[in-house]
């Protein structure tokens, strides 16, 4: 089952989300403060719920060093659409708001685990009916490959990585700019990505990149 690190300095919600996430089957890891959740990130947990204000080091401070992917639900008091949006640019696959309902908590835990893409000792990913064999740099639908520019492949390798995450297009350039030296601006990234999710659909019958407005792209 999988494993889910809880960073809350609140004893009583942090109690509650340990139980009632425990009763779902998940292994649970317990941190009070941003500075402790940082040093469990080795305990490679699969999904990470986090209050902002926290002790030590912030859960914006603690974002930063979470670097495998790792899906990052934010459960905070702040609920204004900037601080939601600014969580999300930064790295958080969703935001929950206080005072929480559990079983929204369960559900969008559920999502974010089942979203979550991971890489096999083979260096594949598998993602929305798409495999990618890393290795190889070979990507293909249902058996059939897709054929796929260096840029486009390097592109569609990072949404995969990240899945049920919004990256920002700033963000998705500095990631692909080593592989890609000709998509330097955003609106070749445009061009680039439109032409990929085309080849997407047309082999796959459905997009599964959403263009997130004033934001970036997100791999469902």
Same mark, same amino acid.
């Given at each position: 089952?999988a494993k889910i690190l809880i960073v809350e300095d609140d004893e009583d919600i942090?109690?509650?989300?340990?139980?009632?996430?425990?009763?779902?089957? $998940?292994?649970?890891?317990?941190?009070?403060?941003?500075?402790?959740?940082?040093?469990?990130?080795?305990?490679?947990?699969?999904?990470?719920?986090?209050?902002?204000?926290?002790?030590?080091?912030?859960?914006?401070?603690?974002?930063?060093?979470?670097?495998?992917n790792t899906p990052v639900i934010a459960i905070s008091a702040r609920s204004s659409?900037?601080?939601?949006?600014?969580?999300?640019?930064?790295?958080?696959?969703? $935001?929950?708001?206080?005072?929480?309902?559990?079983?929204?908590?369960?559900?969008?835990?559920?999502?974010?685990?089942? !979203?979550?893409?991971?890489?096999?000792?083979?260096?594949?990913?598998?993602?929305?009916?798409?495999?990618?064999?890393?290795?190889?740099?070979?990507?293909?639908?249902?058996?059939?490959?897709?054929?796929?520019?260096?840029?486009? $492949?390097?592109?569609?390798?990072?949404?995969?990585? !990240?899945?049920?995450?919004?990256?920002?297009?700033?963000?998705?350039?500095?990631?692909?700019?080593?592989?890609?030296?000709?998509?330097?601006?955003?609106?070749?990234?445009?061009?680039?990505?439109? !032409?990929?999710?085309?080849?997407?659909?047309?082999?796959?019958?459905?997009?599964?990149?959403?263009?997130?407005?004033?934001?970036?792209?997100?791999?469902?």
């Amino acid at each position: 089952m999988a494993k889910i690190l809880i960073v809350e300095d609140d004893e009583d919600i942090g109690d509650i989300l340990c139980s009632e996430m425990a009763k779902e089957g $998940y292994e649970i890891l317990r941190a009070y403060s941003g500075t402790e959740g940082r040093s469990l990130l080795g305990k490679d947990p699969d999904l990470i719920l986090m209050d902002l204000m926290l002790p030590g080091m912030s859960g914006e401070e603690l974002l930063t060093h979470i670097t495998d992917n790792t899906p990052v639900i934010a459960i905070s008091a702040r609920s204004s659409i900037e601080d939601k949006t600014d969580l999300l640019e930064r790295g958080c696959t969703d $935001y929950i708001t206080k005072p929480f309902d559990i079983r929204e908590v369960k559900a969008r835990a559920a999502v974010a685990l089942r !979203n979550s893409s991971k890489k096999d000792r083979k260096g594949r990913l598998s993602v929305s009916g798409i495999d990618m064999d890393t290795d190889s740099h070979t990507v293909s639908i249902d058996g059939s490959p897709l054929h796929l520019t260096r840029t486009e $492949y390097a592109i569609l390798k990072y949404l995969m990585t !990240n899945s049920g995450r919004v990256i920002s297009k700033a963000e998705l350039l500095e990631l692909i700019s080593k592989d890609t030296p000709d998509c330097t601006d955003e609106s070749t990234l445009k061009v680039h990505v439109s !032409n990929l999710r085309k080849k997407i659909k047309t082999a796959l019958g459905s997009d599964p990149i959403e263009a997130v407005w004033g934001i970036g792209f997100k791999f469902n």
